[in-house]
């Protein structure tokens, strides 16, 4: 058709080419699970009855080879051992991790998720003695509450991490290395004294964990364990107290 009725007909638009999503690093997701960690079911999307079993034999499954492996170690642990203290078969576990080494390095790094959420938490609007404070207060909590995750971390440092350097690698470096320019911010703006960032890190764990990776040694010498409400606050008062009267600007 031509004249003035006639319409232009427009070739339609091809469609833009977005790059395809690239999936997120082991190190990323596993800082992502650090810094979300605790919230609660309410946040989360509704599951139905089948979701929500496997969801649970999943957990049970970490956490009898939590209790597993933080007592006998990767090479004295037994997939046999594993199923039974999670009340499955071992077909069923295996359906979920095809090996003993997979379910091993799956257990340290939702140990160690739990672990770097407390210091993944502070920021450099935080006020460095409130956000060191608690961050030892959480941690006791966790050498409390879940020693074994901290005595399996320990284990596997000891026999070299053959298995963990990637993680190690990743995301607990990922988040060091973020918080050891937090704490470099806070000593530059003159809010905290002039300490070493990685090293008051590093302390804050060997202080808190002591208390998970010995406490056999901390009950024979004091007679007494975090699990003693006063002894815990007692605890929580002596480190802080160590800690920051070490950092606080003079």
């Given amino acids: 058709m031509t004249g003035p009725a006639a319409?232009?007909?427009?070739?339609?638009?091809?469609?833009?080419?977005?790059?395809?999503?690239?999936?997120?690093?082991?190190?990323?997701?596993?800082?992502?699970?650090?810094?979300?960690?605790?919230?609660?079911?309410a946040a989360q999307a509704p599951r139905g009855r089948r979701a929500q079993a496997g969801e649970a034999r999943k957990a049970a499954i970490l956490k009898g080879a939590l209790a597993v492996f933080a007592r006998q170690g990767l090479d004295g642990a037994s997939v046999e051992a594993i199923a039974q203290a999670a009340g499955i078969s071992k077909a069923?576990?295996?359906?979920?991790?095809?090996?003993?080494?997979?379910?091993?390095?799956?257990?340290?790094?939702?140990?160690?998720?739990?672990?770097?959420?407390?210091?993944a938490r502070f920021t450099e609007a935080d006020d460095p003695a409130d956000a060191i404070a608690a961050l030892i207060a959480a941690k006791l909590v966790l050498s409390r509450d879940h020693p074994e995750v901290s005595r399996l971390f320990a284990l596997e440092m000891?026999?070299?991490?053959?298995?963990?350097?990637?993680?190690?690698?990743?995301?607990?470096?990922?988040?060091?290395?973020?918080?050891?320019?937090?704490?470099?911010?806070?000593?530059a703006a003159g809010r905290l004294a002039p300490v070493d960032p990685p090293h008051l890190i590093f302390a804050i764990w060997a202080l808190t964990q002591h208390y998970a990776d010995f406490a056999v040694q901390v009950r024979a010498l004091s007679?007494?364990?975090l699990s003693d409400?006063?002894?815990?606050?007692?605890?929580?008062?002596?480190?802080?107290?160590?800690?920051?009267?070490?950092?606080?600007?003079?």
């Fill in 7 to 41: 319409k232009t007909v427009k070739p339609p638009r091809k469609a833009s080419a977005r790059p395809a999503a690239k999936p997120a690093s082991g190190a990323r997701k596993l800082v992502k699970a650090a810094q979300t960690l605790g919230e609660t079911e």
């Fill in 158 to 187: 000891l026999r070299g991490a053959p298995l963990l350097k990637p993680v190690l690698a990743g995301p607990l470096k990922a988040v060091f290395d973020a918080k050891v320019a937090v704490v470099r911010a806070w000593v």
């Fill in 229 to 250: 409400k006063a002894f815990m606050d007692e605890t929580l008062a002596a480190v802080t107290a160590l800690v920051l009267d070490g950092v606080r600007v003079r």
């Fill in 223 to 225: 007679g007494k364990s």
């Fill in 92 to 119: 069923n576990l295996l359906y979920y991790h095809p090996s003993k080494e997979a379910l091993y390095v799956a257990v340290l790094e939702q140990g160690l998720s739990r672990w770097l959420a407390p210091l």
